[in-house]
């Protein structure tokens, strides 16, 4: 079946220095999204990349969709403390089930 | 206010006592589905419904059952619990399926001694 593998599982940073997670899909995704879980809370959808290619921006995240639709990455700038959490990518093969990478956990430092 | 809601939202049972894990949506669905979190792991999905009366196996689904009667409840059944169920369960829905975005409800811990 679908697997879908993030690197890396844990990342340390010093507040201000930037932070990239990188997500691998075994199979080509029809669309990649990305959440993230704050400590005891639930994913929450951050965004959804369709085409090959594709970069969106939120302030500091930038999100990118491999040309093969089998990629993507995360990568933020300027970490800081509100980032901490850990984040997720979630691909589907165009079918009804959806696969979540085994996520990112990011701890911030002052 | 939209959400989606879970109870229990923390459970200590016994192995072999049947539980129930309600889940409701008030933003009127199409797609729920159900996901366990374990360490290292990530969230993988155990069942998913495109829809009332219609459910299908996520990627663990040994050892639950789900139902889907009304568009609303989304419950998930472990009918004879064992310590490998022992895991943060979360609820989810989305409008329409797997190209939209998914709302979580607030998890439940359950753990099986």
């Known amino acids: 079946g679908q697997q879908v593998m993030q690197i890396p599982q844990y990342q340390h940073v010093q507040e201000g220095e930037d932070f990239t997670t990188y997500c691998n899909s075994s199979?080509?995704?029809?669309?990649i999204q990305w959440y993230k879980q704050r400590p005891g809370g639930h994913p929450v959808f951050l965004i959804q990349l369709v085409k090959s290619g594709e970069v969106k921006k939120q302030k500091r995240l930038t999100f990118q969709f491999g040309e093969a639709k089998k990629n993507s990455s995360l990568h933020i700038t300027a970490t800081q403390t509100t980032d901490v959490g850990t984040y997720f990518c979630?691909?589907?093969?165009?079918?009804?089930?959806?696969?979540f990478g085994t996520g990112t956990q990011l701890k911030v430092e002052l | 206010e939209a959400q989606v809601t879970q109870n229990p939202r923390y459970l200590i049972t016994v192995t072999g006592k049947k539980l129930t894990v309600t889940c409701s949506q008030n933003m009127n669905h199409e797609y729920m589905s159900w996901y366990r979190q374990d360490p290292g792991l990530g969230l993988r999905q155990i069942y998913y419904?495109?829809?009332?009366?219609?459910?299908d196996k996520g990627d663990v689904p040994e050892g639950y059952k789900v139902s889907r009667k009304e568009k609303r409840n989304f419950p998930l059944i472990l009918e004879s619990p064992s310590p490998n169920q022992t895991s943060l369960y979360f609820c989810?829905?989305?409008?329409?399926?797997?190209?939209?975005?998914?709302?979580f409800g607030p998890g439940t811990r359950l753990t099986v001694t």
């Open positions: 419904s495109m829809n009332v009366e219609v459910t």
């Open positions: 199979t080509t995704l029809s669309n």
């Open positions: 989810a829905s989305s409008l329409l399926g797997t190209d939209y975005e998914q709302y």
């Open positions: 979630a691909g589907a093969g165009g079918g009804n089930k959806l696969t």
